[in-house]
């Protein structure tokens, strides 16, 4: 931990340096253990004052690990021939919504690759059935990089909110990540598309992603900051053995909650999930991403069998706490270290 990065990030005023260290630009380690309790405990207090003790919950529906798109981390990237591809159908992920609002979840994240077969009017029925099977739920989309055009229609097909990590917010980087076919700049534009369309907009990104430096994740904040999205995801990175990062180390889960607390911070009214990568990395990331100032959890509504064929990185979770079904394991977990999970649809509310 660095007090110049906080200064970067414009936070040094919300975690003031340890006694008498004010100029030192490092600090030591008991220093950096110093600085970062009271960053987490004034992220944590910053959650509660808006949401309480409320952890809003996300049925997770992996439609598709089919992708077009050739991300260089991605286990389900187009040139990994080793991958299990499949599909859901319309039925089953019908299928899953209902499992899901048996379960209590009132909010359901379609997510998958860039798989051409779930064209917009596809989605749109889909999400048309959903919507009037379910008027009480939210509906999340995340499908990646498509035109205005598509996500205006999705939007008005009842999709309420949509996710795209912008995965970095250095194009230098982003570049490094993705292959040439793929540009900094659409991501850019397709992030304030969503904005535009109405859309609740999650963005977010890696913590330790190949070739990133400090100055990136400051640049991270900085364009979460500018950019004000509802929702945002952080995760570590974790490499995929059949990828051309498998030789990557993953990224600090320490680093990951930094982000986290900092991003609460910064976007008070924020959505922030403890992700799934959190808690892959650790056996207690959930927990310690809640600690941190996150307040969402996504659980995997998805058929088993889906599950354990989405892998985006090595050893993604996929049961015990991580699976729908075990929603009672999970409450106890959460109201352990003092949190509930609440069935509601957990809409962004900047007040």
Known sequence: MEVSFLKKAGLSECVPAPSGEGKKNSLSPDEAGYVRDVLFERARCRAQEHFGN????????????????????????????????????????????????????????????????????????????????????AVTLSVGER??????????AGADRFLLRHETADPVH????????????????????????????????????????????????????????????????????QTPFAGFPSGSVERTLVMVAMTRLLLPFSMLPATTALG????????????AGANVLMPNLSPREARARYRLYNNK???????????????????????????DRGDFKSC
């Open 174 to 241: 982003y570049a490094k990540l993705h292959p040439a076919a793929q540009s900094w700049q659409n991501r850019m534009n397709c992030l304030r598309s969503l904005k535009a369309c109405g859309y609740q907009t999650g963005a977010g990104f890696m913590v330790g992603s190949p070739w990133q430096t400090t100055d990136c994740l400051v640049e991270d904040l900085l364009f979460l900051r500018n950019f004000q999205p509802e929702m945002v995801g952080i995760g570590p990175f974790i490499p995929h053995a």
């Open 280 to 291: 892959t990395a650790a056996g207690d990331g959930r927990e310690r991403g809640i600690l």
């Open 147 to 156: 035109s205005l055009a598509s996500y205006s229609l999705l939007r008005k």
């Open 54 to 137: 409320r952890i809003y919950v996300r049925g997770l529906i992996e439609i598709s690990n089919i992708c077009r798109q050739n991300c260089r981390y991605c286990g389900i990237r187009a040139g990994n021939a080793l991958a299990e591809r499949y599909r859901l159908s319309p039925e089953q992920i019908l299928e899953c919504c209902e499992h899901g609002h048996g379960l209590g979840f009132r909010t359901f994240v379609l997510q998958g690759g860039e798989d051409a077969w779930f064209t917009d009017e596809r989605l749109a029925d889909l999400l048309r059935r959903i919507k009037s099977a379910w008027p009480d739920c």
């Open 317 to 343: 979770l996929s049961e015990g706490a991580e699976c729908a079904d075990n929603i009672r394991e999970l409450r106890k977990r959460i109201q352990a270290i003092g949190y509930e999970i609440v069935v």
